[in-house]
């Protein structure tokens, strides 16, 4: 199984809502990232989790709230958006957090904040 | 932040020609890596360039990287319209395991 899936597809929240993006991989790879992409732009690195510790932050605010419950699982709480945070969230892993020298990417949850 | 920026920013071409992308970046770096983007889907790794290689194929892609110049180039031979997608330049800093930024991308479109 060489694949990263992300559910849902598609998510459409309100403001006062609060929702859970989830992913999951079975490739052993003990690195897992989150990426935000708005439309035409490049993805940006949100969260790292090494061997499912939380390794790097970019600064997030707080309304994201990563967790990495298994090896297998990264999962992205939301809470209280504003419409800004309407973008395209990616998830990823690599084998290895060190080298960080190939990412699978998940096709991504399409979230738009009303 | 983006570490990289790549030109053009878009290019059409026809079936069967040579596409050529250009990705510059700011800091040393580990390695270079190419990845393509279909609309609204996720990542594909291409091909990693390591800042010790000049040049490396996969396929119809070749890359080339110019660590004095802090630049890399994908050159896609024999295009087809399959290969219509956007693709983006990543780079892992000297110092800085685990973080990979992406470049600003070419959004490249291939007609019959």
């Known amino acids: 199984d060489t694949e990263v899936t992300q559910t849902p597809k598609h998510l459409v929240m309100g403001m006062t809502n609060k929702k859970s993006l989830k992913c999951e991989q079975h490739m052993g790879h003990r690195a897992m990232y989150w990426y935000k992409q708005k439309a035409k732009k490049p993805p940006e690195l949100m969260f790292v989790?090494?061997?499912?510790?939380?390794?790097i932050n970019e600064s997030v605010p707080s309304r994201f709230s990563p967790e990495c419950p298994n090896s297998s699982l990264l999962n992205l709480h939301l809470h209280a958006l504003q419409p800004e945070d309407s973008a395209l969230y990616l998830c990823?892993?690599?084998?290895?957090?060190?080298?960080?020298?190939?990412?699978?990417f998940g096709s991504g949850t399409q979230l738009s904040v009303l | 932040s983006q570490q990289g920026e790549e030109d053009p920013q878009a290019l059409s071409i026809q079936e069967g020609e040579n596409a050529t992308m250009n990705c510059s970046y700011k800091?040393?770096?580990?390695?270079l890596q190419w990845y393509r983007q279909n609309s609204g889907r996720g990542l594909v790794h291409l091909i990693l360039i390591r800042s010790n290689e000049r040049e490396k194929h996969s396929g119809r892609l070749r890359v080339t990287l110019d660590t004095s110049k802090k630049s890399s180039s994908l050159l896609i031979t024999a295009s087809r319209a399959a290969d219509t997608a956007s693709y983006f330049c990543a780079t892992q800093p000297t110092g800085t395991a685990s973080k990979l930024t992406f470049g600003t991308g070419t959004r490249l479109q291939v007609t019959l």
């Open positions: 989790y090494s061997y499912e510790k939380l390794s």
């Open positions: 990823a892993s690599s084998p290895q957090p060190a080298t960080n020298e190939k990412l699978f």
């Open positions: 800091t040393s770096i580990n390695n």
